[in-house]
């Protein structure tokens, strides 16, 4: 009895794993764009889920929720252990090498994440409360329902956030463009218009 449970729990992790696996690590590539960092805690997210995976309760919110609220604390944890130096020497000590083929998959993920990486750049600008919920929704992935059960919110705080949050990108998106269409409609210098 105590074997069959263990493998259904085996089987119900790897189907986990497999739903998630590439949008945890696009998660991660987004944000780093060193190859080993994205191995590193694309795996150091799924160690966590699996030492922890009793404990999810499907009642709180799905599977993939949680998972992403399992990679938003690993890299929480890791820009904090960045920033400090100690840690940062342990960092590079630890790490593992990734076989060519493993790092040209991920410098190829990391290319394919550039774009977002820039668009989150530019939502640097959002405070970090508004940022996280259109980093869940409308870059992960995630169903507003999920967003708010990974940051503790109702589901209508949720929704409302991004609304806001979206219509503070458009404004933005809108005054960006309105100083370069302005300047492309005005000949400079020299330019001929007979």
């Known amino acids: 009895m105590e074997q069959a449970a263990g493998a259904a729990a085996i089987t119900e ?3 986990l794993y497999r739903a998630n696996v ?5 998660y991660f590539a987004r ?3 060193d190859p080993h960092v994205v191995a590193d805690l694309t795996a150091d997210t799924f160690v966590a889920a699996i030492t922890s995976f009793g404990t999810f309760d499907p009642r709180k919110g799905t599977a993939r929720a949680w998972v992403f609220g399992i990679a938003r604390r690993v890299y929480a944890a890791h820009c904090a252990a960045h920033s400090q130096q100690q840690d940062r020497l342990q960092r590079l000590a630890g790490r593992r090498d990734l076989d060519p083929d493993q790092v040209e998959e991920l410098i190829s993920r990391i290319d394919a994440e550039r ?3 820039d668009m989150m750049a530019g939502l640097a600008a ?5 940022r996280a919920v259109i980093e869940l929704v409308d870059i992960a992935g995630l169903r507003p329902q999920e967003a708010a059960a990974v940051l503790g919110l109702t589901p209508g705080t949720a929704r409302m956030r991004l609304m806001r ?3 503070r990108l458009r404004r933005e998106a809108q005054h960006q463009d309105a100083p370069a269409q302005h300047s492309a409609a005005r000949p400079t210098r020299g330019d001929s218009h007979d």
């Open 13 to 15: 992790f790897e189907r």
């Open 22 to 26: 590439d949008a945890v690590t696009g």
């Open 31 to 33: 944000r780093a764009a």
């Open 115 to 117: 774009a977002c990486r």
């Open 126 to 130: 959002l405070p970090e409360r508004d």
């Open 165 to 167: 949050a979206r219509a």
